[in-house]
């Protein structure tokens, strides 16, 4: 084998030129293949993180109805009892959770201003403890809560996030100035933001509407704080902490699961009161299996260079064998079996289909570079690829090179020394 490995090199060498433009059907082929593929996962990376974030891995499973998240701001509080300190600990003992919080949310709170600056458009929170830590907070100036104003009711604090900031007091330091919510004073005690800060990629009118959704800032009280302003025994939110990206969906699933039974709510009637959570991975598989099928037929026609190049390999290999008649003769006559004969041509034929196989990669790989520096595509080479891209190359010279290999181990001796 290694004989015939260093015999196929040394033929492909004697004739440079011939077996570069024979290899060249397989190096374009490859090359297309990877930078279709590698395309596809950096979008299908681009998607993920456009619609989960980095780095928090938090979903949060909220009350729906209709398949809508239930809005407060405008329906009266639903009959649904709240969670108690049993459901609260058994969320909390679920699979691959990292962490938990609960809060009260209004995605668009009316009555919130400070001084003449509207501030409603903002959501507000009334949160526990844990929720900026779970939530991948932190604070940038002032202070969190304190323990006594996240346990006595009626605490006039709140934290604000930079969004606030920038809208109400611009570069004013907002700490010890009141907001005004539903006409009770809170006090601004701190200014969070996110530990990962991420923000979407937006090419496209479609990407602002499909991943911008929530470009509002957020004003957060201590939960205690809450029935100060909306009352008691409002349904809450439940954030987790998922251990991975991967593990959200099911720990989102089993969350909501696990209330809706504690809670008693029908799950089989769309239009009935129930928990569920956020399909942010569900989204994202969704526009991540579409962006990939528009791209099959491209790897289809990418694929027919490959075929293109197999047939080249064959018509080189069908040269070689009528150029080599006498060398095939001369080798028979020395007593060299058929099977050698067909080893040592079925070789050259798969170390020319390799080596094409290899410029094709690192083509790929350079161009899909290239392509997106220039036109700001993400792209993330596949390793799998690369080794399906190998193997494929390597049986492309296999199959295309065993005709003119099996012509070559079928020549008569005599026949073929008396060949001119």
Not at 292 to 320: D, E, Y
Not at 358 to 368: F, N, P, S, W
Request: glycine share 8%; proline share 3%; with cysteine.
């Amino acid at each position: 084998m290694l004989e015939n490995i260093r015999l196929s090199f040394r033929g492909i060498w004697s004739h440079k030129m011939r077996s570069f433009l024979t290899m060249l059907g397989i190096i374009i082929g490859i090359a297309a293949i990877i930078v279709i593929v590698s395309t596809i996962q950096g979008t299908n990376e681009q998607i993920k993180q456009n619609l989960v974030g980095s780095g928090t891995n938090t979903v949060s499973v909220a009350l729906y109805q209709d398949g809508w998240t239930y809005e407060f701001d405008y329906n009266p509080t639903p009959d649904v009892q709240p969670f108690n300190d049993d459901l609260r600990a058994e969320l909390a003992g679920l699979d691959h959770v990292d962490g938990i919080a609960f809060i009260h949310r209004r995605d668009y709170s009316d009555q919130m201003s400070y001084l003449k600056t509207d501030l409603s458009s903002n959501s507000l929170c009334g949160v526990s403890g844990d929720y900026f830590a779970v939530s991948g907070y932190q604070v940038t100036r002032g202070r969190g809560f304190s323990q006594r104003e996240l346990t006595e009711p009626g605490a006039r604090v709140c934290i604000i996030d930079k969004t606030v900031r920038a809208t109400a007091f611009g570069s004013e330091d907002p700490i010890g100035k009141a907001l005004e919510i539903k006409g009770v004073p809170f006090t601004v005690v701190g200014v969070v933001q996110s530990r990962d800060v991420f923000e979407p990629t937006i090419n496209t009118l479609e990407d602002w509407y499909t991943y911008s959704t929530d470009r509002n800032g957020h004003v957060f009280l201590p939960d205690s704080a809450w029935p100060l302003l909306f009352g008691f025994d409002e349904p809450e939110t439940v954030v987790l902490r998922a251990d991975s990206t991967d593990n959200m969906t099911s720990v989102g699933r089993e969350a909501a699961k696990r209330i809706n039974t504690a809670l008693n709510l029908d799950t089989t009637d769309t239009a009935a009161l129930q928990y569920k959570s956020e399909n942010l991975l569900d989204q994202a598989a969704d526009l991540q299996q579409l962006a990939s099928s528009t791209n099959i037929m491209l790897i289809a026609i990418a694929s027919i260079s490959l075929l293109v190049g197999g047939i080249g390999v064959m018509n080189i290999m069908l040269v070689s064998v009528t150029e080599r008649t006498r060398e095939i003769g001369l080798k028979k006559a020395l007593g060299a079996r058929r099977k050698q004969i067909l080893g040592q041509f079925l070789t050259e034929a798969a170390v020319l289909s390799l080596l094409g196989g290899l410029l094709g990669i690192v083509a790929g790989i350079v161009l899909a570079r290239v392509i997106s520096y220039v036109m700001q595509i993400p792209v993330a080479i596949s390793v799998p690829a690369i080794l399906v891209a190998i193997i494929f190359s390597t049986l492309v010279g296999v199959i295309f090179g065993l005709l003119p290999s099996v012509r070559a181990s079928k020549l008569n001796p005599i026949d073929a020394l008396r060949y001119e």
